[in-house]
T-cell receptor, first 116, second 111 residues
Framework: DTGVSQNPRHKITKRGQNVTFRCDPI?????LYWYRQTLGQGPEFLTY????????KSRLLSDRFSAERPKGSFSTLEIQRTEQGDSAMYLC??????????????FGPGTRLTVL | KQEVTQIPAALSVPEGENLVLNCSFT??????LQWFRQDPGKGLTSLLL?????REQTSGRLNASLDKSSGRSTLYIAASQPGDSATYLC??????????FGKGTKLTVNP
């Protein structure tokens, strides 16, 4: 069990460019979550997958944001036409199916996005 | 809408002191409450998870309590060490499986 991994760890981009982040959950975890954390704030929920189904999306997830989990394993989060306000740490977490809310969400190290 | 508040926002203590971090939440309809640790620029590490039916959980020098009816939780750290320096985040989970976090308490333990 290698934990949740995220790539890249850091991304610097210019305003207007598209970026894509990847999250690999703990193997056999069927639930996957994306959060965004800005400086001095706690993480805020973005979206949640159970297997390949996207079950909930936050209002924070504007039309420029899209997340996928095509085979129920890894997930990608894409931001189109980035804005300076998108600069944040993007965190991914996963959880096994059997424990449900009895178990914690295991977080990855995050991808720090800086939009210039 | 669930809101989570953590007090204090920052805390600086000498090594060896016992300390208490506070968390309050507005909606008592939760499945669980969790305490996480976050080191600068890093992800979150789960410290303790308290189910809604439980009153407290302990792990080593850490003890977390939950009073769901009053919407409060405390994290007690005994005999603090410089390695405990980090930001501590409280989060509650309701019916939608999303965690709602407070802004955290930044703890500095001075040698």
């Amino acid at each position: 069990d290698t934990g949740v991994s995220q790539n890249p760890r850091h991304k610097i981009t210019k305003r207007g460019q598209n970026v894509t982040f990847r999250c690999d959950p703990i193997s056999e975890h069927n639930r996957l979550y994306w959060y965004r954390q800005t400086l001095g704030q706690g993480p805020e929920f973005l979206t949640y997958f159970q297997n390949e189904a996207q079950l909930e999306k936050s209002r924070l997830l504007s039309d420029r944001f899209s997340a996928e989990r095509p085979k129920g394993s890894f997930s990608t989060l894409e931001i189109q036409r980035t804005e300076q306000g998108d600069s944040a740490m993007y965190l991914c977490a996963s959880r096994g199916g059997t424990g449900g809310v009895l178990d914690t969400q295991y977080f990855g190290p995050g991808t720090r996005l800086t939009v210039l | 809408k669930q809101e989570v508040t953590q007090i204090p926002a920052a805390l600086s203590v000498p090594e060896g002191e016992n300390l208490v971090l506070n968390c309050s939440f507005t909606d008592s309809a939760i499945y669980n409450l969790q305490w996480f640790r976050q080191d600068p620029g890093k992800g979150l590490t789960s410290l303790l998870l308290i189910q809604s039916s439980q009153r407290e959980q302990t792990s080593g020098r850490l003890n977390a309590s939950l009073d769901k009816s009053s919407g409060r939780s405390t994290l007690y750290i005994a005999a603090s060490q410089p390695g405990d320096s980090a930001t501590y985040l409280c989060a509650v989970e309701g019916g939608s499986e999303k965690l709602v976090f407070g802004k955290g308490t930044k703890l500095t333990v001075n040698p």
